[in-house]
T-cell receptor, first 117, second 115 residues
Framework: DTEVTQTPKHLVMGMTNKKSLKCEQHMGHRAMYWYKQKAKKPPELMFVYSYEKLSINESVPSRFSPECPNSSLLNLHLHALQPEDSALYLC????????????????FGEGSWLTVV | GENVEQHPSTLSVQEGDSAVIKCTYSDSASNYFPWYKQELGKRPQLIIDIRSNVGEKKDQRIAVTLNKTAKHFSLHITETQPEDSAVYFCAASGAGGTSYGKLTFGQGTILTVHP
């Protein structure tokens, strides 16, 4: 099973709403990632969790709050977002953060399409 | 931090021709170089990757070459088919420090294969 499952697939939220994106993997991976992708642009890294601890925060605004409740789950809590935050949010996982290690590959989920109105 | 430049931004070929996409990276410590194919509305899908201890890797119609000295790597697709049409992204990841586990992507190449 090489699946990274993300829910919801589509989300429309107002600027005062609080919502969460969820991500799950059952591959035993210990590194999990959130990426943001705007239309016609490459994915941009937001956060990396390694062994359930936040390893990288790419200076993401505090209105995005990641959470890793256990080794299989990754959440992204959203609050007071702006219309410019509308994008595809991709979750990904890999065996570990050391991508140079042979056989260690990042697997992406299908993504959550977020629209902020 | 790492910076990845990708060229060309668009590439149009006839079915059966070869397609070549090139990327350069800035961080000499980078050691992992994947290529992703992304169809409209879909997730990026890994098509091939190469690590810094290897100069070339091939998988059927797809090959990747890496020149560590020049800090560039290339994707080669032979015998292109219309279903190869998509956006292709190169990426690089470092071995440690602030680049550890961080994939930095190129800007993407829109490949169109005409039947």
């Amino acid at each position: 099973d090489t699946e990274v499952t993300q829910t919801p697939k589509h989300l429309v939220m107002g600027m005062t709403n609080k919502k969460s994106l969820k991500c799950e993997q059952h591959m035993g991976h210990r590194a999990m990632y959130w990426y943001k992708q705007k239309a016609k642009k490459p994915p941009e890294l937001m956060f990396v969790y390694s062994y359930e601890k936040l390893s990288i925060n790419e200076s993401v605004p505090s209105r995005f709050s990641p959470e890793c409740p256990n080794s299989s789950l990754l959440n992204l809590h959203l609050h007071a977002l702006q219309p410019e935050d509308s994008a595809l949010y991709l979750c990904a996982s890999s065996q570990s953060q050391g991508l140079g290690i042979s056989g260690n590959t990042i697997y992406f989920g299908e993504g959550s399409w977020l629209t902020v109105v | 931090g790492e910076n990845v430049e990708q060229h060309p931004s668009t590439l149009s070929v006839q079915e059966g021709d070869s397609a070549v996409i090139k990327c350069t990276y800035s961080d000499s410590a980078s050691n992992y170089f994947p290529w992703y194919k992304q169809e409209l509305g879909k997730r990026p899908q890994l098509i091939i990757d190469i690590r810094s201890n290897v100069g070339e890797k091939k998988d059927q119609r797809i090959a990747v070459t890496l020149n560590k000295t020049a800090k560039h790597f290339s994707l080669h697709i032979t015998e292109t088919q219309p279903e190869d049409s998509a956006v292709y992204f190169c990426a690089a990841s470092g071995a440690g420090g602030t680049s550890y586990g961080k994939l930095t992507f190129g800007q993407g190449t829109i490949l169109t294969v005409h039947p």
